[in-house]
């Protein structure tokens, strides 16, 4: 499974790679796609912290780096899983600015960025099985639960002993001789 795996990864991050290093070439281009949505969110940002820059350019610059170097890591394997989840929150804003089809009212328009918005939103689901994928080995929950159990059972065990070991001193102490063990 594991070629199966490593080949769908580097698949899926293909477009991310190739958008990513693209868009940061020529940020321009989707300027005033994305200026909407980054007004609106500039505000927010400016909250968390007042250097975060929130110009169009700047916050679609952070977006290519990211889903370029997120990519990488989604292809290479290295931290795939939060690669993948970083991913799909890159391409949130990126599916809301470049494709809101509900606002068209050309039908050629809008149908290709309905398709476009689909596409993504099947890419946000391949991502979010990627950040799922243990690659075959147990995930955190399981083996903090195996653990838990382990644990408890050592526990368990220790009292068993303990108990043991004062019945023995007790009879021994009650009969005035010394029992082995």
């Known amino acids: 499974m594991k070629p199966v795996r490593s080949l769908a990864r580097i698949m899926l991050s293909g477009i991310f790679v190739v958008s990513g290093a693209n868009t940061l070439k020529n940020p321009g281009r989707l300027v005033p796609v994305a200026k909407p949505l980054t007004d609106r969110a500039a505000p927010m940002i400016q909250r968390l912290h007042p250097r975060i820059p929130t110009d169009t350019e700047s916050l679609i610059r952070a977006n290519a780096a990211t889903q370029l170097v997120g990519g990488l890591m989604l292809a290479s394997g290295r931290f795939s899983r939060p690669a993948a989840l970083v991913l799909a929150g890159t391409l949130?804003?990126?599916?809301?600015?470049?494709?809101?089809?509900?606002?068209?009212?050309?039908?050629?328009?809008?149908?290709?960025?309905?398709?476009?918005?689909?596409?993504?939103?099947?890419?946000f689901g391949g991502l979010l099985l990627a950040a799922a994928d243990t690659g075959g080995k147990p995930g955190l929950r399981w083996r903090a639960g195996h653990r838990i159990n382990h644990s408890r059972r050592s526990v368990q065990r220790a009292v068993r002993t303990a108990r043991r070991e004062t019945k023995i001193a007790v009879r021994s102490a009650a009969t005035g001789r010394r029992l082995p063990g």
């Open 92 to 123: 949130v804003p990126t599916t809301f600015a470049g494709h809101p089809f509900w606002s068209s009212d050309d039908p050629v328009q809008r149908n290709h960025n309905q398709v476009h918005f689909l596409k993504n939103l099947g890419l």
